[in-house]
């Protein structure tokens, strides 16, 4: 006994499940989206919406030619080879043409972040709404799905298990609200629950090294994929794969962007000390800083970044509300961060006769410049973001079982799936939790709709 009917049923409503629902709805198609909290926010809107992608137009219109394969190499090296190399490719190839779509017929206004390029993008790839904000992404998927007429969105409604015929095969999901729970007959599910970041026990578990750090992600979060998944023989993989950041402002509870390292601040301890190659990735350095005296770090940067990265809405903020530190001499910004005085100075030395060099102990690179008054230095916690392992999918985000076979009619995307950041946090390069999410999203929506509409004209 059904309690209603649908084509298409989507778990969770952030990018995933948003971008999913739009290519679902092909052809009059019944799309249904259901969503646990009573909000559309997510990690889709905590994050600063930037999605990388290769061969879009706005990279030509700036003169950018790269090509997927370059793109998906890059994102290869960073993890070590260790994503599933097709998976990663398909998602590379996908990422052109999910941000023109994105544009031309969702009129979503993004543009190509010139600002400055992230650690390991051999080119300018970000694409993002004007404000830098994941807010904005996440408003402007809502609008699109509002005015859709057949795509219902259900609010307050947890999917709560998967509902099988005698084959293994999905046929319809069970839905928990206020008003008990209910039976969706579907003839597609799509997994967009994300990860296991808010699941404490799943974070010990599969990633020890980080479950001491703050999580910085969407408390609905919970690995309720990975559960629902192992209900039907869904076979999982890279659980301890994720991303984390090392910037985080605790006490306004704000990102600072790395664009402060990249453009060529430092990090240092409360002795006043580096401990390492910032640059290399926000991701594993994470680690790096709860090792330090007090679990934290505070960057130090210079006037002429703040004044390029003022722009962004996050950074903007910050400024705002005085979060940053500032000050002419190096002594007086120590002395306000309560940073060791003595050491910061030695550092700061240290660190300007390493960038005319270009290179350090640290085995950093990237100098973009001799920092030079006026200085600004915050203080910044580790965390974890959200994570990047889940259920096993093929190129089509569909689901695989124990046996790596297709489990009929059940998709998975974004942090709900593998992603293609590998085993560890130094595989996470900026840009794979988006381009997973509304990657995959894109996929499995237009798979399912197709699959569908082909399956309704054999029969
Ligand atoms: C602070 C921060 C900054 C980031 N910045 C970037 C960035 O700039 N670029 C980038 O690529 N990535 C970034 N990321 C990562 C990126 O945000 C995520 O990888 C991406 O948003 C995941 O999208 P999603 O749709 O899978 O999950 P979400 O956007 O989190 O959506 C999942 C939804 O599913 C709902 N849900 C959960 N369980 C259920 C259930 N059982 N039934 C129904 N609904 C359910 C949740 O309530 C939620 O609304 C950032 C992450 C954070 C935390």
């Given amino acids: 006994m059904w309690d209603a009917e649908l084509d298409i049923v989507i778990a969770g409503a952030g990018g995933c499940g948003l971008i999913a629902a739009l290519a679902a709805a092909k052809e009059g198609l019944e799309v249904g989206v259901f969503e646990k909290t009573e909000f559309i926010l997510g990690n889709t809107a905590a994050s600063a919406g930037m999605i990388p992608a290769a061969d879009t137009k706005l990279q030509k219109e700036a003169g950018i030619y790269e090509s997927e394969e370059e793109m998906a190499e890059d994102i290869q090296i960073k993890n070590h080879y260790e994503s599933d190399t097709e998976l990663t490719l398909a998602l590379c190839k996908e990422s052109g043409k999910l941000i023109d779509w994105m544009v031309d017929d969702l009129n979503i206004e993004l543009s190509l972040v010139k600002e400055f390029k992230y650690p390991g993008q051999r080119n300018i790839r970000m694409h993002a709404p004007p404000s830098r904000s994941g807010l904005e992404l996440i408003k402007n998927l809502k609008h699109k799905v509002a005015n859709k007429e057949n795509i219902y969105l259900v609010m307050k409604t947890e999917v709560t298990d998967l509902i099988t015929n005698g084959e293994n095969e999905i046929i319809g999901v069970e839905v928990t609200s206020s008003d008990g729970k209910q039976r969706i007959k579907a003839e597609k599910v799509i997994l967009a629950t994300n990860g296991f970041g808010a699941n404490k026990d799943l974070v010990k578990k599969y990633i020890p090294e980080i479950a001491d750090a703050l999580y910085f992600g969407y408390e ?28 985080v402002a605790e006490s306004h509870g704000i990102l600072v962007t790395w664009g402060t390292i990249m453009m060529g601040g430092f990090m240092v301890n409360l002795n006043g000390n580096r401990f390492g190659n910032e640059p290399h990735g926000y991701s594993e350095f994470a680690v790096e800083v709860l090792k330090q005296p007090n679990k934290n770090g ?32 190096i002594e007086d910004l120590a002395e306000q961060l309560s940073v060791n005085k003595k050491n910061l100075k030695k550092t700061l030395d240290q660190f300007n006769d390493s960038a005319i060099r270009g290179s350090d102990e640290f085995g950093r690179k990237d100098f973009a410049k001799v920092l030079k008054p006026t200085y600004y230095g915050i203080k910044v916690a580790p965390a974890l973001f959200h994570t990047q392992g889940g259920l096993k999918i093929n190129k089509h985000a569909q689901v695989l079982n124990e046996n790596l076979e297709v489990i009929k009619n059940l998709y998975a995307g974004g942090g709900a799936a593998v992603g293609v950041s590998g085993d560890h946090s130094y595989g996470y390069m900026s840009g794979n939790g988006l381009l997973a999410a509304l990657g995959f999203g894109k996929i499995a929506g237009d798979h399912a709709a197709e699959s569908i509409i082909n399956e309704r004209m054999k029969n």
């Fill in 220 to 247: 609905a979060n919970t690995g309720d994929a990975i559960k629902m998944g192992l209900k039907v023989n869904a076979s999982l993989a890279s659980l301890s794969g994720y991303q984390g950041h090392s910037a």
């Fill in 298 to 329: 505070y960057i130090i940067f210079d006037q002429e970044i703040f004044d390029q990265l003022i722009s962004i809405e996050d950074f903007k903020k910050l400024a705002e509300m005085k979060a940053f530190k500032k000050a002419e001499s």
